[in-house]
T-cell receptor, first 112, second 112 residues
Framework: KQEVTQIPAALSVPEGENLVLNCSFT??????LQWFRQDPGKGLTSLLL?????REQTSGRLNASLDKSSGRSTLYIAASQPGDSATYLC???????????FGGGTRLMVKP | NAGVTQTPKFRVLKTGQSMTLLCAQD?????MYWYRQDPGMGLRLIHY???????AKGEVPDGYNVSRLKKQNFLLGLESAAPSQTSVYFC???????????FGPGTRLTVT
């Protein structure tokens, strides 16, 4: 059964810092991994999807990497801003490929 | 393009009452999902559908039923609500398991 873990559970940084959020998964036979952002009381917004054939994916100040062999993905946020404050979730499919398993999320606070 | 929409946004039920949550997507997606999100438990899959007329159980299906009579709609039913079903319910859809999942804004349900 796929299990997804995110560390740390919460993170507080001053504005302008570069930061890394971590995601680990137990079943490395995944064909993609997805990162989401969730603002309080809102739904999930897809940030990046990395296919298993890719090592990384970039969108603006966000860069996500995937290392299937070690069961890890990281989300790098450059030059953080207060508007980046949210919960970030990663999700990996199960081995049947018919559902996503989510990590518990990292709650990020960027202080002005 | 509205994406994924959910109705209602909020609902309060008494124990034993029934209700149906509606999810609609206008992206011609084949796959649709219902999740619940609870503090400390993260997002868990209730039921999903791989196409019109098909449904399947997820991780936590007990107490819920679903129907996918039309490709664009996925209904989640609670026949006899229980306090344990107090949660935030999210619907999601995707073209294929290897693609991004798109989420609706959620329905906050309280069962008293």
């Amino acid at each position: 059964k796929q299990e997804v873990t995110q560390i740390p559970a919460a993170l507080s940084v001053p504005e302008g810092e570069n930061l890394v959020l971590n995601c680990s998964f137990t079943d490395s036979a995944i064909y993609n991994l997805q990162w989401f952002r969730q603002d309080p009381g809102k739904g999930l917004t897809s940030l990046l999807l990395i296919q298993s054939s890719q090592r990384e994916q970039t969108s603006g100040r966000l860069n996500a990497s995937l290392d299937k062999s070690s069961g890890r993905s990281t989300l790098y946020i450059a030059a953080s801003q207060p508007g980046d404050s949210a919960t970030y979730l990663c999700a990996a499919p199960n081995n049947a490929g018919n559902m996503l398993t989510f990590g518990g999320g990292t709650r990020l606070m960027v202080k002005p | 393009n509205a994406g994924v929409t959910q109705t209602p946004k909020f609902r309060v039920l008494k124990t034993g009452q029934s209700m149906t949550l509606l999810c609609a997507q206008d992206m011609n997606h084949e796959y649709m999902y219902w999740y619940r999100q609870d503090p400390g438990m993260g997002l868990r899959l209730i039921h999903y559908s791989v196409g019109e007329g098909t449904t399947a159980k997820g991780e936590v299906p007990d107490g819920y039923n679903v129907s996918r009579l039309k490709k664009q709609n996925f209904l989640l039913g609670l026949e006899s609500a229980a306090p344990s079903q107090t949660s935030v319910y999210f619907c999601a859809s995707t073209l294929a398991p290897s693609n991004e999942q798109y989420f609706g804004p959620g329905t906050r349900l309280t069962v008293t």
